[in-house]
C-alpha cells in the first residue's frame, strides 16, 4: 500500500494505492476517499516495479531537491509505504519535486489521478 498526501491553503489531496485500484480525495480531512479508479494492468505491472526498486529502510532518510513549501511555493507533501504492517513513512517534500529516488514511481501515480 502507497499513500500519498499534499496540502497547502488551498489544496487538499490525498491518495492510497492498493490491489491495482487508486483511491482519490481532493477535500481536506476527509472520511473516506471520493474517487476510485482502477489501474490498468501495464500501469500497475510498472508502479509494482518502481515500488520494489524502493529501499523502504531509507524512505525515513530521502532527500528533498527543493524546499519551496517553507515560503508557500508549493504544498507540503508526503508519502508513506505499508508493507507486512509496518508503515515507512517518508520525511516530506515539495509536492511536484519529489525526491529523485521515488521521483518516477511519485510521477506515475499522480498522472493516473489526472482527470
Keep these: 500500500v502507497i499513500k500519498y498526501e499534499a496540502n497547502s491553503r488551498g489544496l487538499a489531496f490525498a491518495v492510497k494505492v492498493e490491489n491495482q485500484i487508486l483511491y482519490v480525495s481532493r477535500v481536506r480531512d476527509f472520511k473516506d476517499y471520493e474517487e476510485k479508479i482502477k489501474i490498468s494492468d501495464s500501469d ?23 524546499e519551496k513549501r517553507y515560503y508557500d511555493g508549493a504544498a507540503h507533501a508526503n508519502i508513506t509505504f505499508i508493507s507486512g504492517g509496518v ?3 517518508a520525511n516530506g517534500f515539495d ?11 511519485v510521477n506515475k501515480i499522480l498522472k493516473l489521478t489526472e482527470k
Excluded: M, Q, R
Design 95 to 105: 509536492h511536484g519535486y519529489p525526491p529523485v529516488e521515488i521521483e518516477k514511481l
Design 87 to 89: 508503515e515507512y513513512p
Design 44 to 66: 500497475w505491472k510498472e508502479i509494482v516495479t518502481l515500488t520494489k526498486a524502493v529501499d523502504l529502510s531509507k524512505v525515513k532518510d530521502l532527500k528533498w531537491p527543493t
